[in-house]
């Protein structure tokens, strides 16, 4: 793996939708796609936006030396963990770029394990209340809604990036996803000058 580009930001800001189209418009970038131990939303399938996986196979990975990050939260249904592996082969592309998502923490560790170097942060800001009544609208269209989580996750991103946390991470761009037509746009831009 040569260079990532991270799309983070805080819940319902359009990071899936901004991570979809960016694979249309450079169809060669890899996808770093995330392991997670929660329950599958409705729709979501295995190896697109999460690999499910069980602790067991998370702890396989660390014992091979195949996991960058790990993360475990306390939400309302239990712990739910998220993780990276290094799934790169040694006889890889050298030059190639893959697209990532996850939140600060997940970059801020994977920027020290491939190094910064090799990361483009892109950090995705949405109006509080605009979020919110996205949340809302997805919960709504789950079999079984989980309005208490969704409240913890709303309030606990508010911590994980708070302008002190984003500042001692570095991250001095952020993308507005007032409309996304132009987020896209200059997310675009940078990641062409960036590759």
């Given amino acids: ?5 991270y799309l983070m930001g805080k819940s319902a800001s359009g990071k ?16 770093l796609i995330p392991c997670t131990t929660r329950p599958r939303r409705d729709g ?16 396989t990975f ?7 990050e790990k993360r475990v939260y306390e939400t309302v249904a239990g712990p739910w963990t998220y993780a990276t592996v290094d799934w790169e082969e040694p006889s890889s592309e050298k030059e190639s770029v893959s697209l990532g998502i996850g939140t600060l923490e997940s970059y801020l560790k994977l920027r020290d394990y491939y190094g910064e ?22 919960e709504k269209q ?15 991103d508010q911590q994980d990036f708070s302008e002190e946390k984003l500042k001692e991470a570095g991250i001095r ?19 062409i000058h960036y590759v």
């Fill in 142 to 156: 789950q079999k079984t809604p989980n309005y208490a989580e969704l409240c913890r996750r709303f309030l606990a």
């Fill in 173 to 191: 761009k952020r993308y507005q996803n007032d409309a996304l037509p132009d987020c896209l746009a200059r997310i675009a831009e940078d990641v």
């Fill in 44 to 59: 979501e399938r295995d190896g697109e936006e999460y690999r499910f996986v069980t602790e067991e196979q998370l702890d």
């Fill in 1 to 5: 793996m040569k260079k990532i580009v």
């Fill in 117 to 138: 170097e090799r990361m483009l942060p892109v950090y995705i800001e949405v109006d509080d209340g605009i979020r919110l009544q996205r949340a809302l609208d997805r």
């Fill in 16 to 31: 899936d939708t901004v991570y979809r189209e960016l694979l249309k418009r450079f169809p060669g970038f890899r996808r």
């Fill in 62 to 68: 660390e014992k091979s030396g195949k996991l960058v």
